[in-house]
């Protein structure tokens, strides 16, 4: 790379130039109306059997024609698919789930739900609200029954920050992510540290909604806690690899407890909000970029993987500081193809972009090698380049070895269930954005088909015990809401014509994509 300096200081006034984006040429898309009424009429029976059942609950058990409330009696599944609602355009639902927030309480919890989690109730709810005010105060505006409704969405945004808020009152301002109700109220739980996904995604949920309001106590608060993640004080344990940081953080003072890592659960949407800060708004989070780019070259320089058995995938391994990698790693982390294509194309770097592509056609094998045509929960592989001898990469065990061999990768035991995740279908959008190649279209519609004819059970859809087994094992009895955010709405959109919350390969991104799926309107110049 040449200096950017020296270049700078030869070439004067020509350097504003040669430094202006490469602008990419927008990619054709095709919409496919016969695939976006399947994955409409999918949504429709998941929410048919989820009202019927299940509401004002949380979550839907299709096959018993129950429900669970997992997620605190709130209604986590009506606010989950209001902005998949939405961008079908689903009158009927939008105004059952306006409705419906209308009344929520976020001062009581269900009697069997008192354990409220700052990260997934940000994520689920507070991302649902919010996005949804987007839509029905802009380009959905049509489907707003009043102006007093829309207004109540953001009014129980502003309530249920504003008890959440007290998560954050710690010595270190890193909130504590258990939040528990009682009959006298609530109070925080007693946890000593809090893990970087849980820390790191919420600055986006909470940023928003100081952007709304004109209140900015809400994104200082999140932002402040996020500094600990953005500027390691403990580099020696808690940076292994510049950008790649540790898991857990000390809520008193802000250092890192531990040295592993990676881009599966526990870590992985902190990395991902890091360039959709800059997506949202490029004046304001510059450094976040400059995290992410780090993060990024680091994995490709230090956790790029390829099985033994087939070195043309390309995994990224999990590490326990550093030089201690791991070869795991999760239907979770699939989604890491998705946030390289996101940044490549922001930052107009194609080796970013490439990187994520061959991530997602890895994750795309790891669907079309299993029985079900889903991939598994957990799988592991074989390092190429490591000696085979080494303690860090032992084979697979016998009776996986032929799978091995053609698959690149094993799942092991207990590794095989399918909840009902996005992630991967989630990177073919990506994808299928970046490039118009309508072979991700064609990858997310098998993906849905075979998810449809072994998820669908009873009066909705339900995770499974084993992908790799004949009709998937057996039924969990269980209908996340992330299925209505993320599944039905990557699923949808991918087929669907374009609008102006798709993401855009030209840079005009007027929209942001929250780790549930809700789109919100970016703050800043489109990027």
């Known amino acids: ?17 040669l430094a202006q984006p490469s602008y990419v040429t927008q990619p054709s898309y095709v919409a496919h109306p016969d695939r976006q009424a399947a994955v409409k009429e999918a949504f429709q029976r998941s929410w048919d059997g989820y009202y019927q059942y299940a509401f004002p609950n949380d979550t839907l058990r299709p096959i018993s024609r129950t429900y669970q409330n997992d997620r605190n009696g709130w209604g986590a599944s009506a606010v989950d698919a209001i902005s998949t609602a939405l961008v079908m355009g689903n009158q009927d639902v939008i105004d059952k789930i306006v409705e419906h927030i209308g009344s929520i309480n976020f001062n009581a919890t269900s009697p069997d739900s008192e354990n409220v989690s700052l990260f997934e109730t940000t994520i689920r709810y507070l991302g649902g609200l919010l996005s949804a005010y987007d839509f029905l105060t802009g380009p959905l505006k049509q489907y707003a029954k009043d102006q007093a409704s829309v207004d109540k969405i953001l009014a129980q945004a502003v309530n249920l920050a504003d008890v959440l808020s007290v998560t954050f009152d710690t010595p270190s301002g890193i909130p504590i992510n258990t939040l528990l109700y009682s009959s006298s109220g609530y109070h925080v739980g007693s946890d000593t540290t809090n893990g970087i996904a849980t820390i790191g995604t919420l600055v986006l949920e909470w940023t928003h909604l100081s952007d709304i309001t004109g209140d900015d106590k809400y994104a200082q608060l999140t932002q402040r806690a996020e500094e600990y993640l953005l500027n390691v004080r403990n580099p020696d344990v808690g940076e292994p690899y510049p950008g790649l940081i540790g898991t857990d953080v000390n809520i008193t003072d802000g250092t890192f407890t531990d040295s592993s890592g990676g881009w599966n659960g526990g870590t992985d949407s902190f990395y991902e909000y890091l360039i959709k800060m800059y997506v949202y708004d490029q004046d304001r989070f510059g450094a976040y970029k400059d995290r992410w780019v780090a993060a990024v ?75 079900t045509g889903i991939g598994p929960e957990v799988f592991y592989w074989q390092d190429s380049k490591l000696s085979p001898n080494a303690s860090n990469n032992g084979g697979p065990p016998s009776n996986a070895a032929d799978f091995y061999a053609t698959a690149g990768f094993w799942i092991p035991s207990g590794g095989g269930s399918y909840v009902l995740r996005p992630e991967v279908i989630e ?30 059970a009873g009066v909705g859809f339900s995770s499974i015990t084993d992908v790799n087994a004949p009709a998937g094992g057996s039924f969990t009895d269980f209908q996340e809401s992330f299925w209505f955010a993320e599944v039905l709405k990557y699923s949808y959109l991918i087929q669907a014509d374009d609008a102006e919350w798709q993401v855009n390969a030209g840079h005009d991104n007027t929209w942001v994509f929250n780790t549930e799926a809700h789109p919100f309107q970016v703050k800043g110049t489109p990027i």
């Open 297 to 371: 070259d680091s994995s490709i320089k230090y956790l790029a993987s390829h099985p033994s058995s087939r070195p043309d995938m390309t995994f990224l391994a999990a590490y326990n500081g550093r030089d201690q990698l791991s070869f795991v790693s999760t239907h979770l982390a699939c989604f890491d193809g998705g946030n390289f294509i996101l940044g490549g194309l922001t930052l107009d770097n194609d080796e970013y972009k490439q990187f994520g592509l061959d991530l997602v056609e890895a994750c795309h094998d790891t669907y079309i090698a299993t029985v």
């Open 427 to 456: 990177s073919f959008y990506y994808a299928y954005r970046a490039t118009g190649d309508t072979k991700y279209q064609d990858w997310a519609w098998e993906a849905f088909l075979n998810i449809n004819a072994t998820c669908s």
């Open 1 to 17: 790379m040449v200096n950017s300096r020296w270049t700078a200081a030869i070439l004067g006034s020509a350097w504003q130039v």
